[in-house]
């Protein structure tokens, strides 16, 4: 059982997590949130920031394996958490995960501002379902309508989708 | 765009989280911080505390059980969407969670959150006070439990005390045999609803309407409990006419003005057709329809 803690305003903590597989210790301060712990902090900007409320979508990272609004969270509630950013999809050899790949080939990014968010969202839903590669286009845009695209037009994007569905599937 | 300086409270259990919130005028409970952080972030709310729930397991729970489905207010919104004993009890749920904005916010949203919230267009309250369900609070003086429908005071008010947490929801299961329907219209999916319904059905042996609780979100400063329409319907055959002249009835509710992107009237509209559609979509869900 852990202790109740309590922190004075702007009071440094330690948090340990693990991003893209690597062990981190770092003091935040408790008003920090997680998108800046990360960009600005740990140097990973490939999470981007457009709204800081939740909308927009770019900054979506995965907590403990679910896509999550990283500017939607503190640094400090993710204390003990695993978080994977667009930073951790590819493969150690360098090889693309299948929504990389997908996003090439379909050109699903035009200026690339909304393109890590998009793909974090994407590879938690092939987490999810089984069912994308035949998928109406419908349900598609239902499952990434939190995510804003300013730049496609959304075709690209939904076919990526079914691309990365495949791919997955290929690889087994 | 950051928050400001805050006290930081991260209680282990509820005991210690009412104590913090008796400690200080102006403390905040961050569950999933949906709404919550957004507001921090604009400084809309400078909270001087906030405390943070997610180390309590004990009100991380879904519990179906004699009839009624108990959600413990940290329970993820999207945790209790894909639960299929919930589901199974009571299918108004997971057809109400899927409207309540994007997968990716409810991985992080709480039951709790969007009731203590108490937005009226969100779809959580409306479901409560639809289903004729209840809350539970907790303060120094202990377990109290409330009616939804004596819950949901005002915009973003409810009837729980400043030194006071949301423990529990609890919906009734619906009957065997009874029809159940969620749906909402917005300009695009996930946004909140130009209005949103939600209705079930239950008839009797002669066919006729025995049990309808129909409820709407969008629609005022509270969720709103469509009492007329249901007395209207109550006792009467089913039929397409009917259900299409409880949509009419169901317009006197709406007492919210005209805003930047809806008026008053198309909101009227909407409403009336949705209340005629869900009813529709309950009623093939019923026994033997
Ligand atoms: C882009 C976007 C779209 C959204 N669309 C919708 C939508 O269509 N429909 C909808 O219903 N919601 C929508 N939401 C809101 C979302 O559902 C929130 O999750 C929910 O309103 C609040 O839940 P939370 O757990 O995140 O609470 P928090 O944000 O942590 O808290 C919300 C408020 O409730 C208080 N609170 C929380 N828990 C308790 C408790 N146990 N006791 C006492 N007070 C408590 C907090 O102090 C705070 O004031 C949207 C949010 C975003 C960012
Ligand atoms: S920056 Fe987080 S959703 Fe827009
Ligand atoms: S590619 Fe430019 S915003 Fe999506």
């Not at chain 1, 890590?116 to 590879?123: D, K, L, R, S, Y």
């Not at chain 2, 928050?3 to 200080?24: E, K, M, N, Q, V």
């Not at chain 2, 007395?231 to 709406?254: H, N, Q, Y």
Request: hydrophobic share 40%; aromatic share 4%.
């Amino acid at each position: 059982m852990t202790e109740t803690t309590e922190f004075e305003p702007n009071a440094l903590v330690r948090i340990n997590v693990e991003v893209n597989g690597r062990a981190v210790s770092e003091e935040v301060s408790t008003r920090l949130l997680l998108s800046d712990f990360l960009r600005h902090q740990l140097r990973l900007t490939g999470t981007h920031v457009g709204c800081e409320h939740g909308v927009c979508g770019a900054c979506t990272v995965h907590i403990d394996g679910t896509p999550a609004r990283s500017c939607l969270t503190l640094a400090v509630q993710v204390d003990g958490c695993s978080i994977r950013t667009v930073e951790g999809l590819a493969n150690a050899d360098g090889s693309l995960h299948p929504v990389q790949q997908a996003f090439k080939e379909c050109h699903a990014l035009q200026c690339g501002f909304c393109t890590p968010g998009f793909m974090m969202a994407v590879a938690g839903l092939l987490d999810e379902r089984d069912d994308l590669r035949t998928a109406e286009d419908d349900s598609i845009r239902e499952d990434i309508a939190g995510n804003v695209c300013r730049c496609t037009g959304y075709m690209n994007i939904v076919s990526a989708v079914r691309r990365a569905a495949e791919l997955t599937n290929e690889k087994g | 765009m950051k928050p400001s300086a805050f006290r930081y409270a991260l209680p282990s259990t509820l005991r210690d989280a009412i104590d913090i919130r008796a400690r200080f005028e102006d403390s905040v409970i961050l569950a999933g911080g949906q709404s919550l952080i957004p507001t921090m972030n604009f400084r809309l709310a400078n909270p001087e505390v906030v405390i943070d729930l997610r180390k309590l397991d004990e009100l991380n729970y879904v519990r179906v059980a004699d009839g009624v489905v108990r959600i413990g207010a940290m329970a993820r919104q999207r945790v209790v969407e894909q639960n299929d004993e919930v589901a199974a009890a009571n299918p108004l749920i997971r057809e109400t969670l899927l409207n309540v904005a994007h997968p990716v916010i409810r991985n992080r949203g709480t039951v709790g959150g969007s009731l203590a919230h108490a937005d009226p267009s969100a779809e959580l309250p409306t479901l409560l006070t639809t289903m004729r369900g209840a809350i539970t609070v907790c303060g120094p003086s202990g377990r109290r439990t409330i009616a939804a429908e004596d819950f949901f005071e005002f915009i973003f008010t409810t009837a729980m005390e400043p030194d006071e947490l949301l423990v529990e929801a609890a919906i009734p299961a619906l009957e065997p045999g009874e029809g159940w329907a969620f749906a909402e219209f917005a300009r695009r999916h996930g946004d909140y609803s130009v209005a949103g319904v939600a209705v079930t059905l239950k008839l009797g042996a002669d066919r006729r309407i025995d049990r309808v609780r129909l409820g709407a979100c969008g629609i005022a400063t509270t969720p709103a409990l469509l009492t007329e329409c249901e007395r209207f319907l109550t006792g009467k055959s089913p039929s397409p006419e009917l259900f299409a002249e409880a949509g009419t009835l169901a317009r006197d509710a709406v007492t919210v003005s005209d805003d930047s992107a809806t008026s008053k009237v198309y909101r009227q509209h909407v409403l009336a057709g949705l209340v005629a559609r869900n009813l529709t979509t309950a009623m093939t869900r019923t026994d033997g329809a």
